[in-house]
Nanobody
């Protein structure tokens, strides 16, 4: 079993900052990519930022405002969110591309999500 647990969500005013954390635990041999997705009410889940495999990518809507970082030794990924806007309001999900054993393929695992609400 692999678990991903997010923390750091909350309510913030527009222009403010939040830092999300996601810790992966359990049967982990290696993690390739880790990233953040979000889903606003009535909308599809979308990629926010992802890192791993030698590359980092951001959604256009968050470039220059959000920064993803990772502590490989601790299997933790962070999302620093600055200059937050009301349209950033969503449930933010952590995801990790995890290999549980050397003989197994990588598989995506998801956290339960953390709510981020930005008030205007």
């Amino acid at each position: 079993q692999v678990q991903l647990v997010e923390s750091g969500g909350g309510l913030v005013q527009a222009g403010g900052s939040l830092r999300l954390s996601c810790a992966a635990s359990g049967r982990i041999f290696s993690i390739n990519r880790m990233g953040w997705y979000r889903q606003a009410p009535g909308k599809q889940r979308e990629l926010v930022a992802i890192t791993g495999g030698g590359s980092t990518n951001y959604a256009d809507s968050v470039k220059g405002r959000f920064t993803i970082s990772r502590d490989n030794a601790k299997n933790v990924v962070y999302l620093q969110m600055n200059s937050l806007k009301p349209e950033d309001t969503a449930v933010y999900y952590c995801a990790g591309d995890v290999r549980s054993q050397i003989t197994e393929p990588h598989m995506w695992h998801w956290g339960q999500g953390t709510q981020v609400t930005v008030s205007s």
